[in-house]
């Protein structure tokens, strides 16, 4: 049998790329959960939508479509598949497609449901996204991007608030407390960690923070643990200018308690827990 070569690579993005657009076209807004936004030139839903409702950047999500030689991560295609309602076939011939083969070893949160995906861009415009145990972002609207600038990279990895708290350079600017605030993050990441040993998703968000934080190398040995909640959080604009506190609370979806739903509001009050 002889090896596939590049024609071969190409005509199996272009593949990939008529697949995504026929599943994203069969998919209304109102079954995914958004709000209706009148008469529409094309049916389903738009790219950025899929993408803001599959967590990722919609430049990338763009790119699948396009056909580009970009390499997607088993996240990625779960996260389309779920917002997508592929079934199993479908979501093994996603798989197939991206050159990958369905990952069995993982235990993870599970699909998404679209109508939870989209949450987030219900509130709007008030920060809002849905992360699971290892701080992944699920779904997010487009004010957490602005709050949080840099959570979004450009790589077409689902953002991860544990990475960009320690990791993204513009993270130290943004929140007016990162020592607390990182410290109260890594206590939690550990306690989730310590539910789920063996868990090869944690094993290597713990495994990239301490490749890349010196204070992730210094703090995780003191074994501090600290359960997920709401409070207050003090967030500078991405411009450096005015400081605004705001209060946050978090909540599981239903059946799904691995997701959770944060949900960010401007706050007069600077009182509260501070996590």
């Known amino acids: ?27 209304t807004p109102r079954e995914a959960g958004l709000p209706s936004t009148g008469r529409r030139r094309t049916p389903g839903l738009r790219r950025e939508e899929l993408a803001l409702l599959a967590g990722m950047s919609a430049t ?20 389309l598949a779920g917002v997508l309602r592929l079934d199993a076939h479908e979501h093994h011939h996603l798989y197939r497609l991206a050159g990958r083969a369905p990952a069995t070893e993982e235990t993870g949160p599970g699909a ?22 290892t701080y992944d972002v699920l779904s997010h609207n487009p004010a957490t991007e602005r709050v949080f600038p840099g ?7 689902r953002p991860n608030f544990a990475r960009w708290t320690f990791l993204e350079p513009r993270a130290r600017e943004v929140l007016v407390d990162w020592e607390p605030e990182a410290r109260g993050l890594l206590a939690r990441v550990r306690s989730l960690a310590g539910a789920h040993p063996g868990d090869p998703r944690f094993e290597r968000l713990v495994g990239e923070l301490h ?21 207050h959080k ?8 005015a400081v605004t506190t705001y209060a946050y609370t978090a909540f599981h979806a239903a059946g799904r308690p691995e997701q959770t739903l944060v949900i960010y509001a401007a706050s007069s009050d600077p009182g509260g827990e501070t996590v």
């Open 1 to 27: 049998m002889s090896e596939s070569g590049p024609s071969d690579a190409r005509e199996q993005r272009r593949e990939l790329a008529a697949f995504l657009r026929s599943r994203r076209e069969r998919i």
């Open 60 to 79: 990338w999500y763009t790119y699948l479509e396009q056909g580009r030689d970009i390499r997607v991560s088993d996240q990625v295609l779960d996260a």
């Open 112 to 133: 998404v449901a679209p109508e939870v995906a989209a949450v987030p861009l219900l509130l709007q415009p008030h920060p809002a996204f849905l992360i699971d145990g």
């Open 151 to 157: 959570l979004v990279s450009g790589d077409g990895r």
């Open 211 to 231: 490749e890349g934080s010196a204070e992730v190398r210094d703090w995780w040995p003191r074994f501090e643990v600290e359960a997920r909640g709401g409070g």
């Open 234 to 241: 003090r967030l500078r604009s991405p411009d450096g200018g």
